[in-house]
Nanobody, 122 residues
């Protein structure tokens, strides 16, 4: 019953910016860590950034200083502001959320969005 809906992907020139959004909806007690991952053709899915409920963040070295992850705990939404985009940032970006069960609050399950394509031209 949980769904993560992503938006904001698109085509942008190198040096440009995009803002990704991911909203969680459905039956759950709370959301713990949320994050963004990406996967380019022929490559493994890799971590981009994560953020805890309290706002602690973690970034891949390749995006530090360029990307900013944030969240709105009221809207159950996580964002990824991407600045100074490079062609190597081109990938399908996936939202991830760890949710506490509605009844068994100590049990967490991981959910994924459908992915949104980001393409950066040179």
């Amino acid at each position: 019953q949980v769904q993560l809906v992503e938006s904001g992907g698109g085509l942008v020139q190198a040096g440009g910016s995009l803002r990704l959004s991911c909203a969680a909806s459905g039956s759950f007690f709370s959301i713990n860590t949320m994050g963004w991952y990406r996967q380019a053709p022929g490559k493994q899915r890799e971590l981009v950034a994560t953020i805890t409920t309290g706002g602690s963040t973690n970034y891949a070295d390749s995006v530090k200083g360029r990307f900013t992850i944030s969240r709105d705990n009221v809207k159950n939404t996580v964002y990824l502001q991407m600045n100074s985009l490079k062609p190597e940032d081109t990938a399908a970006y996936y939202c991830n959320a760890n949710l506490a069960d509605l009844i068994l609050k100590g049990i967490y399950s991981s959910y994924w969005g459908q992915g949104t394509q980001v393409t950066v031209s040179s």
